[in-house]
């Protein structure tokens, strides 16, 4: 039998399931490049160039088991329906994906063709998402039985239903992608670069991980730094979990070396519980979670200050220095990504989805099920979660004191003495130019009047708008079962999602 394993963002040999399982038979490794997908709003070159270094360190590794990556280009139907007439393969393996709503369609797609020709297509879980209908309250147990799981060993010869593929990945034709913007810094993808990271951090880097991952200037090292990889799957998921188990198992780990590792693993967690958010309803990538907050905010506000936004010259020291970070190179730490969402929804009154865009884009870990809810949760759209409205001054004073992350991105602020880094706008014009700090924007707004004005805005579009009834709808369907039981115990229902207030966020819906 020939089987056709096609490879999305799961692009490894080891814990692959459909490539284990496919091992017995005439095996042809396919990878589509789709030239649509490329030309969507939420992808970009930088995406495309971490996913064109692993398809080649893929291709490498399957070439040594005996069976080539097939690289075609085109719509995948079309694709199959060659390598059908080609082949004469009866069945197609891979795993289920998550992604935007345009591969969801495409997958549909692929389903009606595997259906008319008679094809057998057989879709693996890779995560602990669960497709169709499923009790939330038995989720995490569901998760836990999924990467608790003995993982799949990477075959050890595959027998090649196509020998030669006269068309080699090297000499690829790149898709044309809509966004271009240069990456310079960006993270390498491939499997073994996945790897090495890994061991790298349960064995160093993961010490400080607890206490160092909310700053930009600490972040890069201390967090894993494996989204990318997760998010294409040059790393199994379950791999991690299970490795990281076992380094925070070991008999000599220090107690803080511990919790950091418990603090990771909680976090890989997260990547699934989210995912499933938009699993259980794709609309989240269109529309506000919470239906009644629909209208809070509308596209088109206020288009200079989405564009000093995205281009990083807000005139917010930290926020600016986010944004040209992650420009560069196409990472930035969870913290930061929070404050720049909040920021641009908040303080500059941006409708979610053109920010959420912005971002996914410079995402080289853009991961759909993760991204459109917490743009959301970030922006106050789920009715559920605290509000955060971040103070980006008090975030740069606490998370970048000395200004060295501001610094280095920042580089009109560099002659800028600490005192007034955070906030230049308090220099006269003359010490400006004295200290080289000219060219550096004054921001739109004042920020602590924009959060007062977003924060009276909300409350008002709540009282008026927003439906208890609703609310619980989405709390059903979304919130986390721990959180739900917390609150269950710990407050009455108008006060459900009252939050911590610190760290310079502010719940609005107390
Ligand atoms: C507005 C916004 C958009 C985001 N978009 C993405 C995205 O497109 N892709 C993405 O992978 N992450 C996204 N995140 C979550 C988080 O910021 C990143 O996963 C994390 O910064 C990646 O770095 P790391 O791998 O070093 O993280 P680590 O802290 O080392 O975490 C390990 C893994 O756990 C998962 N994870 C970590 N934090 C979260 C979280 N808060 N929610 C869900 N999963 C988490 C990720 O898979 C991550 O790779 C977003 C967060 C915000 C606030």
Known sequence: MTTVVWFKR??????????????????????VVEPDYWQLPDTSERQWAFM???????????????????????????????????????????HEETGNDWTFQRD????????QQ????????QFGVVRGPHNRDHWDHAWRRVMEAPAYPAPSRLTPALTADPRALESLTEPACRDQRPCPGRQRGGMSQGQTLLADFLEQRSRGYEKRISSPVTAWEASSRLSPHIAHGTVSLRRIVQQCRAAAAAPDIAGAHRRS?????????????????LEDEPAIEFQTIHPDLEGLRNPGDWPEALERWREGTTGWPLVDACMRALHHSGWINFRMRAMLMAVASYHLHQHWREPALHLAR????????????????QSGLTGINALRIYNPVLQSHKLDPQGRFIRAWVPELADVPNEWLHTPWGLSSTQRSRLGAGAYPTPLIDHEEAARRARAHIKAWRQQHVRRELTDLVLERHGSRATRGRNRQSTSPSKRQSGSGNNGQMDLFQ
């Not at 549909?108 to 259906?115: E, F, I, L, Q, S």
């Not at 008679?118 to 879980?125: A, F, K, L, S």
């Not at 590792?261 to 958010?277: E, N, V």
């Open 10 to 31: 799961d692009l490894r040999v080891d814990d692959h399931g459909p490539l284990h399982d496919a091992a017995a038979d005439d095996v042809i490794p396919l990878y």
């Open 52 to 94: 064109h270094d692993s398809l080649l360190d893929l291709d490498a590794t399957l070439r040594d088991l005996g069976a080539p990556l097939i690289v075609r280009h085109g719509e995948v139907t079309a694709v199959l329906h060659r390598l059908r007439e080609a082949t004469g393969f009866t069945r197609l393996v891979s």
């Open 108 to 115: 549909r797609a692929v389903a009606r063709w595997c259906r």
């Open 118 to 125: 008679g094809i057998q297509w057989r879709e693996y879980r």
């Open 261 to 277: 590792l418990k603090a990771f693993r909680s976090r890989l967690h997260w990547h699934c519980h989210f995912i499933q958010k």
């Open 362 to 377: 410079l995402f080289t870990d853009y991961e759909p099920g993760i991204h459109y809810p917490q743009a959301q949760m």
